[in-house]
């Protein structure tokens, strides 16, 4: 039997993580990099990425570490981060789709109110932030097939698994595009699907974060910590264990599933 150790050991194994140049993304891949993983950011933010790179190269000397910039509006530059991938580092066992059109992305139609929320911005969003995760994970899924330890994370959301309180966001200009969550429910029944599909040698699951502190309006934190039984706002580094746990062997018998890291937000 292996130990712990052995089986969150990410040696030898290459990850793929989208959205690198986000928040979220560079610390899910300081996490694999702790764990000897080899990983390839992605992202349509190349100065990002080389600022992340640059970073985590001088944080981790584990794991090799490389970025390739991509836009996932575009479905063959979507398809061909596969194969780029595979090019640079021959293998391929690792995917977390963290990327996303998200509360603060500037889109025309986007982070507005009702009235004014666009098809244009909702088709733009569900690309980036679903469709993106099907394109991948189909043009991966010979690769990932003949591969042990194969393991596809998608990041979702809260607002994948429930409807937006407004209370909270009452006297802020915080807005709350309806494709956010349509878009993050989307990509819970995605994970099922592959789950199904591709089984059995290859997991996917899905991780939904609840709201990560981001200097948010002091009126929005507060009802935020008041509606949350942990009593704060997430941090980054509340995914570590998380996404650790769902693309290493921690969880060779979980697949299909939804790991909510939420400070109980969903509990009530
Ligand atoms: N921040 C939160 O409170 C929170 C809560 C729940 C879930 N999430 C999810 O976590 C993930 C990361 O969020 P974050 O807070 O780090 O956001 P972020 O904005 O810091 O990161 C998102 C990244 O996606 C990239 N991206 C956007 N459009 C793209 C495109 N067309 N092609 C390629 N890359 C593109 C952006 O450049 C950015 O680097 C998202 O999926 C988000 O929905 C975040």
Known sequence: MRTVQQLMDLSGRVALITGG???IGQVIAAALLEAGATVALCDRDEPGLERVCSTLSSQFSSGELDYFRVDFLDENETRGLISKTMQRFQKLQIIVHC???????????????????????????????????????????????????????????IYGLCGPDMSLYEGTAMKHPAAYGVSKAGLLQLARFFATTLAPEVRVNAISPGGIWRRQPEAFHTRYKVRTPL??????????????????????????????????WCAW
């Open 99 to 157: 990327a996303a059109f998200v509360g603060t992305t500037e889109y025309p139609g986007w982070a507005e109110y009702l009235d004014r929320q666009s098809v244009a911005a909702w088709d733009a969003a569900l690309r980036v932030n679903v469709t993106a995760a099907f394109v991948m994970t189909q043009e991966a899924a010979p690769v990932l097939k003949q591969q042990q330890g194969s393991s596809v994370v998608y990041i979702s959301s």
């Open 21 to 23: 140049a986000g928040h």
């Open 231 to 264: 009593g704060r706002m997430g941090v980054e580094e509340d995914l570590k264990g998380a996404v650790l746990y769902l693309a290493s062997d921690l969880s060779s018998y979980v697949t299909g599933q939804n790991l909510v890291v939420d400070g109980g």
